[in-house]
């Protein structure tokens, strides 16, 4: 190699080397990298511990109390002509499918050995795990290698009436003799990352309270819609045929919720990883 | 001039007017309106009348922020790589124009671990698996049988069907199925329960195809229009 190839070579090298490295533009955002973070096992009892609150809130006092007050839930709830409101497994559903529309990756899916819909009967790993959670009424923790997600599953207990009784009484219920505080099935998390940082933790909260938030509101929307509806604003079924608006019904969320998922936020971001 | 400078100099004239060409042809499907003489292929039933930049939208960062993210990325100081150019289409995308909030087969419920084998069979779990684009067709990928992957032990405690469900399971009646179901519930029509009368298996495969959809009713939830912002 003669002396200008040589030169003419290095220069096109450090040229590359310049385009390549010097980050002149800033580097792209990368969601994980660096700083302090919080083990995904324990970002998922958070929200999970946060979807037990809104799911009890729903299934008592809007599902249980409403249909004392004249309200209809049903499987059917979005067909034409049917006015009724989704049933607790489908208001996590409305939740999940929130979640899928919003830039967090967190997956949410209810299964359980029993359900009223064949299409929900846990299997494979899930199966293994559901039956060590009804033993331990413990959540339970993996990795699921094909979708590369950190995955938990959460006991669903029949934390409320209601619960107990549909189930009980569903013409396609495969298990009859329910009671309160059986594990009734699980909610099944997963995320991407094996850890998160603080700031990205609160973004997942946020997610799955719009994901309540959603459901909730894709209800009281349907409701308005009724031949007959219900009085929407500050009053709920148990004053009689009523549904608290979208805020009101937050707002008492946010009520049984905050404080203890505030306790679990500061422990979480105490306790991350340097 | 000698002969081999001749020869030199012709062959390097051919080179700058192959050049030439080549950039001006290039430069030529860049210009608006050429974009189907880009597209690898027709567009799917539906999206006849689509632009390119509906789906493929730009990448984040400039190029060279994209490249030296990927060059990190190759040298383990980075943990993701990065899109060069145009963001990968992703089941966003087609949620963006086909949201349907009671979808009972939405692509993302299959990420669940349970849903494993149908994923090595079939990967329900992505929009693109089962209408991958640009082939003129409406569904790629997949037998009209591809309920058995996930339904094989069907049983109804109250079934309305005048053959019930686990027996057409059972006997691997298999392409009955979208017969009377409309996999994505997108169609307002009630669901046939006479087995006989459910729509005949070649004419689902011809929907597959492209052909008019044989559920009656109307779309409960059209495509919006892509945004832009």
Known sequence: MNRQRFTLSALLLVVLAIYLFVTAPPPLDEADSGGRSVPIERALAIVAAENDIARTLYTQEIVGKGSRAGLSFSEEWRSDGVEAGPLPALFLREAAASLDRSPVPLGLFLGSDFPISPANRFSGVQSEKFETIKRTRQPEFFYA???????????????????????????????????????????????PRASV???????????????????????????????????????????????????????????????????????AAEGADD | MSEPERIQAGRKLGYAFGGIVAVLGCGALLLPGTESLRAPGAANVGHEELACADC??????????????????????????VAVG????????????????????????????????ARRAIRPQSCVSCH??????????????????????????????????SELAS???????????????????????????????????????????????????????????
């Not at chain 1, 019904?249 to 500061?266: C, G, K, N, V, Y």
């Not at chain 2, 009671?102 to 299959?110: G, L, S």
């Not at chain 2, 329960?193 to 009713?217: C, K, L, N, Q, S």
């Open chain 2, 132 to 165: 991958a684009e640009h082939r003129g067709v409406r569904v790629t990928g997949v037998p009209p049988t591809f309920c058995v992957h996930c339904h094989s032990d069907l049983t109804l405690n109250d079934d309305p069907l005048t053959v019930p469900h």
């Open chain 1, 145 to 191: 290698g094909d979708t590369e997600l950190h995955t938990a599953m959460f006991p669903d207990f029949a934390s409320a009436a209601p619960c107990v009784t549909c189930h009980n009484e569903h013409r396609e219920s495969p298990k009859t003799d329910w009671v309160l505080n059986d594990v009734m099935g699980a909610t099944t998390w997963s995320y």
């Open chain 2, 171 to 229: 006997r691997g009646d298999w392409d009955t199925c979208l017969g009377c179901h409309d996999y994505h519930a997108n169609h307002a029509f009630e669901t046939e329960t006479v087995v006989g009368r459910a729509h005949r298996p070649e004419t689902i495969v011809e929907y597959f195809r492209g052909g008019p959809p044989p559920y009656p009713g109307s779309i409960i939830y059209p495509p919006t229009r892509p945004d832009h912002e």
């Open chain 1, 197 to 267: 940082p603080p700031e990205e933790l609160l973004a997942i909260v946020a997610a799955v309270r719009n994901g309540f938030r959603d459901a909730y509101g894709a209800y009281v929307e349907r409701a308005r819609s009724f031949a007959g509806p219900p009085e929407i604003g500050e009053k709920w079924p148990e004053d009689g045929y009523y549904l608290p608006s979208v805020e009101v019904f937050l707002a008492e969320f946010a009520r049984r919720s905050s404080s203890s998922t505030l306790d679990r936020l500061i422990e």
């Open chain 2, 56 to 81: 493929h939208r730009e990448a984040a960062g400039t190029l060279r922020q994209q490249l030296q993210a990927n060059v990190q990325h190759l040298l383990g100081r980075r943990a993701a790589a």
């Open chain 2, 86 to 117: 145009f963001a990968p289409v992703t089941n966003s995308t087609c949620v963006a124009c086909h949201d349907r909030p009671d979808d009972p087969h939405a692509a993302h419920r299959f990420n669940e671990p349970r849903f494993e084998d």
